[in-house]
């Protein structure tokens, strides 16, 4: 392994983002600043599992004063498709090379690696000084956040490409058995599993949400289940007739996912009727972000598009140089922090309509950024996670 504080590729961007109606072009004005940093008023936070919460709000309380140094960055031995976890001043992050590793928040330096029987793309989720995420080995693992120790692991039947989710006590992940599975977090015993029905499609890529009581899953089958948590009864089933491999978002009582044949839901997260559906024009591999009144979401094609977050009306749209398979993690003052397949790690002020930061890595970013305690990381493809800060 090498740990660098550099890197030859780091870019700053200031351009902006002409929009309307129809297709829109980025334009991008590259700035090369040597001392252009301003104050922050970040807020101490954390980023404890995929899209930062249990119902996958990716949204987080700090103001970044932009552009932002590269801080550090690490090479692991393979690409990373798992997206970055931060809590107790650790970053936690999985590779292809079957490690999961955790480092130092703040310097780079590298705690400790932890080696399971197959890649990881599974987001880690850290509760209660515990590190959890899934391999492609098909096990569950436990370890302790502070030096790595295996605490218990569990073995499903299929490879688990989901994240896992932790509420109350009790850990949630789908497997491509077919099965949610609802373990104790404290011992690693089996609590209830529940098939999720395939009928056209196979495997679930969807990560769980979880809301007052109710557990979400979306199987790559186009079904979606509302489960109780604590028992694992279903109180409603949505069918859609795609595939499924975006994850789903809870807000303000509503339940929102994209699905492979380029439609955008809304549903009623208590009773699953129908709320609205918009069409996106593209398939989605990324899953949709909440920002004030509307709900964005990445697209194939490189287009972000937003909508209404009422009725479902389309807003407007911005155009990427490449695909977008990481979903966006929007700071308190609506600047967008999102991956691109070109290797770019672009923040996109939404108010405003202009790109304030691109970083180019080597490998498309499919890892989705994480926030906390004034820094920004994520991975690429080409092996390296990176950090940023002021």
Not at 60 to 72: D, I, R, T, V, Y
Not at 102 to 117: C, E, H, R, V
Request: net charge positive; proline share 4%; glycine share 10%.
């Amino acid at each position: 392994m090498t740990y660098r504080t550099s890197h030859p590729r780091y870019k700053h961007s200031g351009a902006g983002i002409a929009h309307r109606t129809s297709l829109l072009a980025l334009r991008f004005l590259f700035l090369f600043a040597t001392c252009c940093l301003l104050s922050t008023a970040a807020i101490s936070a954390e980023w404890p599992m995929f899209m930062k919460d249990a119902v996958h709000s990716s949204h987080s309380n700090e103001s970044l004063a932009l552009p932002l140094k590269n801080k550090w960055v690490f090479r692991t031995n393979g690409p990373i498709y798992s997206s970055p976890v931060v809590a107790e001043k650790r970053v936690f992050i999985g590779s292809y090379d079957t490690y999961l590793y955790a480092f130092n928040a703040d310097s780079g330096a590298l705690l400790w690696k932890f080696k399971t029987g197959g890649p990881i793309l599974s987001t880690p989720s850290v509760s209660e000084s515990t590190v959890y995420f899934g391999s492609k080995d098909g096990w569950i693992y436990a370890v302790e956040a502070k030096e790595g120790k295996l605490l218990w692991k569990y073995e499903t039947g299929g490879k688990l490409l989901t994240s896992p989710l932790v509420a109350e006590g009790t850990l949630y992940i789908g497997s491509n058995d077919y099965y949610l599975y609802a373990i104790g977090a404290k011992d690693g015993k089996l609590l209830w599993r529940a098939k999720q029905v395939d009928y056209k499609y196979g495997g679930l890529y969807a990560s769980p949400v979880y809301w007052e009581g109710i557990v979400y899953t979306a199987a790559k089958s186009g079904i979606i289940n509302a489960l109780d948590a604590k028992s694992g009864a279903r109180i409603w089933t949505h069918r859609t007739v795609s595939a499924i491999y975006s994850s789903p978002v809870i807000n303000n009582g509503n339940f929102y996912i994209a699905t492979y044949n380029r439609f955008l839901l809304a549903l009623d997260a208590k009773k699953g009727t129908w709320g609205w559906q918009s069409e996106l024009g593209e398939w989605p591999y990324s899953s949709p972000t909440i920002v004030k009144d509307s709900i964005y979401i990445g697209l194939k094609n490189g287009i972000v598009k937003s909508f209404d977050i009422k009725d479902g009306k389309f807003k407007k749209e911005y155009k990427f140089p490449d695909e977008l398979n990481s979903t966006m993690a929007v700071l308190k003052d609506s600047i967008a922090l999102v991956g691109c397949e070109d290797g770019g790690l672009y923040a996109v002020h939404l108010e405003k309509n202009e790109v304030v930061l691109q970083y180019m890595t080597n490998g498309g970013i499919h890892s989705s950024p994480a926030i906390a305690n004034g820094m920004v990381y994520v991975g690429s493809k080409d092996g390296f996670v990176y950090a940023f800060g002021q």
